[in-house]
């Protein structure tokens, strides 16, 4: 994790060896420094791409240590297959619905790819309401109705950005995938509920 000089945070990943692994990269979490319940929740980011690259801007209850995971709740605002550059998901994990089983929706551009500019992911989030945006183009309304367990989106939740490299979401870099990858993020924006 790095500024890159333009007041914009930088996660990269790169091939190198660490610890028995042949990547690293980075995750900035505002766990136990700032969690909030409701309101609007932004960031502008630039992701990156290629098979394997797993670019993030996502929330965890801030409840986590004494109910874990998934019965603490997740809000993915974005995530992205890098070797699906067009494609952004917006996703809820909990209680009944977590992993494969997660209640979302993928929005894709029809010109243009998220890694080739930045972009203005978020959610507003309401007592019975987890609307997902990008651009201010709200493509997605989640309610309590929508998912198959217990909706737990009713305490405050801290947020994280990464780039993760590999995984059942989008599978292993191959020969093709371009290291370093990086995440660019101008800026994160939260705002409380009138």
Not at 112 to 119: E, I, M, Q, S
Request: charged share 20%; proline share 6%.
């Amino acid at each position: 994790i790095q500024l890159d000089g333009s007041g914009k945070l930088v996660i990269t990943a790169r091939s190198e060896s660490f610890a028995g692994s042949g990547f690293t990269s980075a995750r900035i979490k505002t766990k136990g420094l700032f969690s909030q319940a409701y309101g609007r929740f932004e960031a502008r980011i630039k992701t990156p791409t290629g098979p394997g690259i797993w670019p993030a801007f996502w929330m965890l209850g801030a409840n986590i240590d004494t109910k874990p995971w998934p019965q603490c709740g997740e809000i993915d605002i974005m995530e992205q297959r890098g070797q699906q550059p067009a494609i952004t998901h917006g996703t809820l994990h909990g209680p009944g619905y977590s992993g494969g089983n997660s209640i979302g929706k993928s929005y894709g551009l029809t010109n243009g790819r998220f890694d080739a500019d930045y972009y203005i992911y978020a959610v507003e989030w309401g007592e019975n309401y987890i609307d997902f945006f990008v651009n201010d183009f709200l493509y997605q309304r989640l309610t309590p109705d929508d998912v198959t367990g217990q909706w737990v989106y009713d305490k405050p939740f801290y947020i994280l950005l990464n780039v993760a490299v590999g995984g059942n979401f989008v599978g292993f870099p191959t020969s093709g995938t371009p290291f370093p990858q990086s995440m660019y993020v101008d800026y994160v924006k939260v705002y409380k509920q009138k």
